[in-house]
């Protein structure tokens, strides 16, 4: 039994189940990219609907507006979804809005039997883009899906009274969630003002020197990054065979928001090649990794390490002298200047790559060891707090998905929730 069958199978007595045509009318964006203006009137996207972000967009004329307002309207209370490239992200309109659409949108038009959010919040399901995934046209670049496929899909249909509370909530869980993506957004932006300050002014200095890299607190160095090193190298150049159980083999992808991951299906090497690799060098905790091949730029600093991962060459490691605090250089290789600096090198590489000896030259900013320690204390603090928000996000996020599962399908009902 397929998964609509399944969900179809075990719905409550009084929901039904229907194609979209019989609960909406379907319509699709204009099909012609249009002249845009400065400002004018806001012309929406994939891209607006898959950030759940309309405040930048681009702007077409009010009698282009006009022309295919006559065809159709957004309004308040529709539902958007991705139809081209990304299939299957909706948006409930909550907003008076004044604004047109392109071919890559589809616009519902809820009939009577549907309440808009609860249709959107269900498009938004793992039950629903399943179906979508049948019906999306792969071998299309990019990929999308029809607007006589999409009125096919279908959906449970609760009682309009289950489907409001449902749509409420699913929709207060949402609500959780954007409060927290503000926190994170502002101690985001903390972060990096600190970063900006502290990593070249420092604190409660009042002598100030000229450096390569502008104006530095006196007692300061700029060097190398060879020069505060013990080690500089990237992972493995050679070819290696692959083995069902064994050490993983990782990549620059797997170096993301500054740990190390390693994924289920990730590559495989044996022991023994593990230890041809490290035959004269180990990687240990408080070595820096930083991504140089691809995404360029990503930083994690090694912890509690037991020789259970290694890289390919997209991934170079910095072991750091001791009169250098590894935080320290790890927030520095996260500031906007040295990835402004890994980004130029990439760019004048041939294979769109930084190559070790040029990754050695760059300089840095080093303070005393005593400062580095502080201001890498002080960064870290607002990273934890910033990991906290990122960990609550997620568990919302879980919460949603584990209550969509369970609501949407009726194995839940809410009737007690309903004033009579």
């Given at each position: 039994m397929n998964l609509v069958d399944s969900i179809k199978e075990n719905l409550p007595k009084s929901w039904g189940f229907?194609?979209?045509?019989?609960?909406?009318?379907i319509y699709d964006g204009t099909h012609q990219t249009p002249k845009y203006c400065e400002t004018g009137i806001p012309?929406?996207?994939?891209?607006?609907?898959?950030?759940?972000?309309?405040?930048?967009?681009?702007?077409?004329?009010?009698?282009?507006?006009?022309?295919?307002?006559?065809?159709?309207?957004?309004?308040?209370?529709?539902?958007?979804?991705?139809?081209?490239?990304?299939?299957?992200?909706?948006?409930?309109?909550?907003?008076?809005?004044?604004?047109?659409?392109?071919?890559?949108?589809?616009?519902?038009?809820?009939?009577?039997?549907?309440?808009?959010?609860?249709?959107?919040?269900?498009?938004?399901?793992?039950?629903?883009?399943?179906?979508?995934?049948?019906?999306?046209?792969?071998?299309?670049?990019?990929?999308?899906?029809?607007?006589?496929?999409?009125?096919?899909?279908?959906?449970?249909?609760?009682?309009?009274?289950?489907?409001?509370?449902?749509?409420?909530?699913?929709?207060?869980?949402?609500?959780?969630?954007?409060?927290?993506?503000?926190?994170?957004?502002?101690?985001?932006?903390?972060?990096?003002?600190?970063?900006?300050?502290?990593?070249?002014?420092?604190?409660?200095?009042?002598?100030?020197?000229?450096?390569?890299?502008?104006?530095?607190?006196?007692?300061?160095?700029?060097?190398?990054?060879?020069?505060?090193?013990?080690?500089?190298?990237?992972?493995?150049?050679?070819?290696?065979?692959?083995?069902?159980?064994?050490?993983?083999?990782?990549?620059?992808?797997?170096?993301?928001?500054?740990?190390?991951?390693?994924?289920?299906?990730?590559?495989?090497?044996?022991?023994?090649?593990?230890?041809?690799?490290?035959?004269?060098?180990?990687?240990?905790?408080?070595?820096?990794?930083?991504?140089?091949?691809?995404?360029?730029?990503?930083?994690?600093?090694?912890?509690?390490?037991?020789?259970?991962?290694?890289?390919?060459?997209?991934?170079?490691?910095?072991?750091?002298?001791?009169?250098?605090?590894?935080?320290?250089?790890?927030?520095?290789?996260?500031?906007?200047?040295?990835?402004?600096?890994?980004?130029?090198?990439?760019?004048?590489?041939?294979?769109a790559g930084v190559y070790l000896g040029e990754l050695g030259k760059i300089k840095c900013i080093i303070p005393c060891?005593?400062?580095?320690?502080?201001?890498?204390?002080?960064?870290?603090?607002?990273?934890?707090?910033?990991?906290?928000?990122?960990?609550?996000?997620?568990?919302?996020?879980?919460?949603?998905?584990?209550?969509?599962?369970?609501?949407?399908?009726?194995?839940?009902?809410?009737?007690?929730?309903?004033?009579?």
């Amino acid at each position: 039994m397929n998964l609509v069958d399944s969900i179809k199978e075990n719905l409550p007595k009084s929901w039904g189940f229907v194609e979209l045509k019989d609960i909406a009318k379907i319509y699709d964006g204009t099909h012609q990219t249009p002249k845009y203006c400065e400002t004018g009137i806001p012309f929406y996207s994939v891209e607006h609907v898959v950030a759940d972000n309309f405040s930048k967009t681009k702007f077409i004329s009010e009698e282009v507006f006009e022309k295919e307002n006559k065809r159709v309207k957004l309004e308040k209370g529709d539902v958007l979804m991705t139809r081209i490239g990304n299939v299957g992200t909706a948006k409930y309109i909550d907003w008076d809005v004044k604004a047109s659409f392109y071919v890559s949108l589809a616009l519902f038009k809820c009939k009577d039997n549907i309440n808009s959010r609860y249709l959107a919040q269900y498009i938004n399901s793992y039950y629903f883009k399943k179906e979508l995934w049948k019906k999306i046209i792969h071998v299309a670049f990019p990929i999308k899906i029809n607007l006589g496929d999409l009125n096919k899909c279908k959906i449970p249909l609760p009682p309009l009274p289950e489907q409001q509370k449902i749509a409420d909530i699913l929709s207060t869980v949402d609500e959780k969630i954007a409060v927290i993506d503000q926190q994170i957004k502002a101690t985001e932006e903390l972060k990096k003002g600190l970063m900006q300050r502290l990593l070249t002014k420092g604190m409660g200095h009042t002598e100030f020197k000229d450096s390569p890299l502008g104006k530095i607190p006196k007692s300061w160095e700029v060097k190398p990054l060879r020069k505060a090193s013990l080690l500089i190298k990237d992972g493995t150049h050679s070819t290696h065979k692959n083995v069902d159980k064994g050490i993983p083999l990782l990549s620059a992808k797997d170096v993301k928001g500054n740990r190390v991951l390693i994924p289920d299906d990730c590559r495989r090497i044996s022991t023994v090649e593990f230890n041809k690799i490290h035959k004269n060098f180990r990687l240990k905790n408080g070595d820096i990794l930083i991504t140089l091949v691809g995404t360029i730029g990503r930083v994690a600093l090694i912890k509690n390490y037991s020789e259970n991962y290694t890289f390919q060459r997209s991934v170079g490691y910095v072991r750091l002298k001791d009169d250098c605090n590894a935080l320290y250089f790890k927030y520095f290789f996260q500031s906007e200047y040295f990835t402004k600096e890994l980004n130029r090198l990439s760019n004048a590489s041939a294979q769109a790559g930084v190559y070790l000896g040029e990754l050695g030259k760059i300089k840095c900013i080093i303070p005393c060891l005593k400062e580095q320690k502080e201001i890498a204390e002080i960064l870290g603090k607002v990273d934890a707090k910033l990991q906290t928000q990122k960990d609550k996000k997620q568990a919302y996020q879980q919460l949603k998905k584990g209550l969509m599962q369970q609501l949407l399908t009726g194995k839940i009902r809410v009737t007690n929730l309903i004033k009579a």
